[in-house]
């Protein structure tokens, strides 16, 4: 007899919206906080301060490719195992999830401490920005295990159905950092190492509060001491179902190293400031739709466990409504408020101008995102991890790298910032197809389903 889950009871658009809000929240403070750091910068470093962490966001990528591969695999097995009653299953899932991190964190943090200068070389650094790159990457570091662990958990969190202690979790890291920054680059006068300095001890109150959870009756996993250890099958299924989200994270790395070292060819130190003050504002407009996608995931895994392929479908209708409206809604605040929101981060006129103009058109075919994003994670959550894997390696990887290097060739500056709305047309495209196709195969598992309960 399976047992009795929160995720079975509620209305499905009721479910939603209860799961979504809270992830939606915390995905939205979550990048508050990479705003505000860049906002501290500019007004005390100056532009050369921004470019100098638009420099190190690839590592920062590449730790969040980490967390989401491990956190998107994970609670997508804990989520479908929930669903058919095999709790002792999900147990085990936190537990290789756990280990996995801390021996892979340890690993990369070395790794990256090690060769920090042929990296910075290979990210595009120049001479004017690598001592701010330097003293930022060096203590981001650090600070890997607890990025990693952090972003993993809120998945987990989510999976077993208690969005609102993952949002908690966010919020308060998050929110710590925001408080922690005046003061440290302030106050303290540590410029881009406080800002670095900040980030980490916040990461690091958030994970404390993550253990707690584990630790407590709210949660149905329960992590400690004896739960910790490598299940090579669970970890396998982990990272198959995860690879897709890796994929993903470390392609948008891959762009922008490809995309600072392109600019570094015309604009120099100034469009590469510009970039990370665009990528910042890129990826709060995204937050409200990864919070309704992971939202959506633990829904999605949970029904198609249960065989409620009509929940399912229900689903993830809603969460593309939702998503889309949300998509074009930041689209038109770009387009009308582009210059009013670059001079929030500086008053370097040369900066807002350029910034402004390239943020208009790399915007233009956002409207389309929500669909897409939601789509790859519907195939995530089913564990498809192929189709998952095409989605999320096809908008940057597959066309969006290949354009940056060839249509600057034609158009100058301009080409680079025209790369990304073709790029999400055409992987748009790309999942109409798929998801068509899906959509299909989940009518036919229905109908037979349908067909066994009448005989």
Request: hydrophobic share 55%; glycine share 8%.
């Amino acid at each position: 007899m399976k047992e009795k889950h929160i995720l079975a009871n509620d209305d499905i658009k009721k479910l939603l919206f209860k799961l979504s809000l809270p992830a939606t929240a915390g995905m939205i403070v979550m990048a508050l906080y990479n705003v505000v750091d860049t906002i501290f910068i500019g007004r005390s470093v100056g532009s050369l301060g921004i470019a100098g962490l638009s420099i190190v966001f690839p590592v920062q990528m590449m730790v969040l490719a980490l967390g989401q591969m491990i956190g998107l695999g994970s609670a997508s097995v804990i989520s479908r195992s929930l669903g058919a009653g095999e709790r002792e299953k999900a147990r085990r899932v936190l537990g290789t999830t756990a280990t996995f991190t801390l021996i892979i964190s340890v690993f990369l943090t070395l790794l990256g401490l090690i060769f920090i200068d042929p990296l910075l070389k290979i990210f595009g650094v120049t001479e004017t920005i690598y001592p701010y790159s330097y003293d930022y990457m060096r203590i981001i570091l650090l600070g890997t295990f607890f990025f990693a662990f952090a972003m993993n958990s809120n998945h987990v969190i989510r999976s077993e159905g208690q969005a609102k202690y993952a949002m908690l979790a966010m919020m308060l890291g998050a929110g710590l950092n925001i408080i922690l920054d005046p003061i440290f680059i302030f106050a303290l006068d540590m410029g881009v190492k406080g800002a670095a300095t900040a980030t980490v001890l916040a990461q690091i109150v958030a994970v404390i509060y993550v253990i707690i959870f584990f630790q407590s009756k709210k949660s149905t996993l329960h992590l400690n001491f004896r739960s910790l250890g490598l299940n090579f099958k669970l970890l396998q299924e982990i990272i198959k179902i995860g690879f897709s989200a890796f994929a993903r994270h470390v392609s948008g790395s891959l762009i922008f190293i490809v995309v600072n070292n392109t600019l570094k060819l015309y604009n120099g130190d100034i469009a590469i400031a510009a970039y990370g003050i665009i990528m910042r504002l890129f990826r709060f407009l995204l937050m409200p739709m990864f919070g309704i996608a992971q939202g959506l995931q633990p829904i999605v895994g949970f029904n198609y466990g249960a065989g409620k392929i009509d929940k399912l479908q229900k689903a993830y209708k809603t969460a593309i409504i939702y998503a889309s409206i949300i998509s074009f809604s930041g689209f038109m605040v770009i387009q009308l408020f582009s210059r009013t929101l670059f001079g929030i981060f500086t008053s370097d006129p040369e900066l807002i101008e350029l910034g402004s103009n390239a943020i208009r058109i790399m915007v233009l075919a956002v409207p389309l995102i929500g669909f897409q994003m939601i789509g790859t994670v519907v195939f995530q959550a089913l564990g498809k991890a192929l189709p998952a894997l095409i989605l999320s390696m096809s908008r940057e990887l597959i066309i969006l790298i290949p354009l940056i290097l060839i249509l600057p060739r034609f158009y100058g500056l301009n080409g680079v910032w025209y790369a990304s709305p073709i790029s999400d047309i055409l992987s748009f495209s790309l999942t109409a197809v798929l998801f068509y196709r899906l959509i299909k195969q989940l009518d036919n598992e229905q109908e037979s389903a349908l067909k066994r309960a009448d005989s």
